[in-house]
Nanobody, 116 residues
Framework: QVRLAESGGCLVQAGGSLRLSCAAS????????VAWYRQAPGKQREFVSAIDSGGFISRADFVKGRFAISRDSAKNTVYLQMNQLKPEDTGVYYC??????????WGQGTQVTVSS
């Protein structure tokens, strides 16, 4: 079983950048596809971007050209580099498997706040 822990969120001004980290534990990490999801205040959690074990990437339309997902299998870590941040990117960012299992367990997430 893989356990994931998010970090790197903070308050940033619009137009700024952040790099989020998702640290994984568990022997199956290298075989897993991992994704970032986010939940804005008052909204449902949504898919942001995913990367599979072979490096294939998928991403939501709203992050194309701004966010980049990557993984370092040696460090068991998946990153989300976020550039050109907008106030609407504010929310709690989570990582989890991709696709989600029917009853996923969510970690604490990491708060990203983008001020205008």
């Amino acid at each position: 079983q893989v356990r994931l822990a998010e970090s790197g969120g903070c308050l940033v001004q619009a137009g700024g950048s952040l790099r989020l980290s998702c640290a994984a534990s568990g022997s199956d990490f290298k075989l897993n596809s991992v994704a970032w999801y986010r939940q804005a205040p008052g909204k449902q959690r949504e898919f942001v971007s995913a990367i599979d074990s072979g490096g294939f990437i998928s991403r939501a339309d709203f992050v194309k050209g701004r966010f980049a997902i990557s993984r370092d299998s040696a460090k068991n870590t998946v990153y989300l580099q976020m550039n050109q941040l907008k106030p609407e990117d504010t929310g709690v960012y989570y990582c989890n498997t991709y696709p989600l299992i029917p009853t996923p367990t969510w970690g604490q997430g990491t708060q990203v706040t983008v001020s205008s």
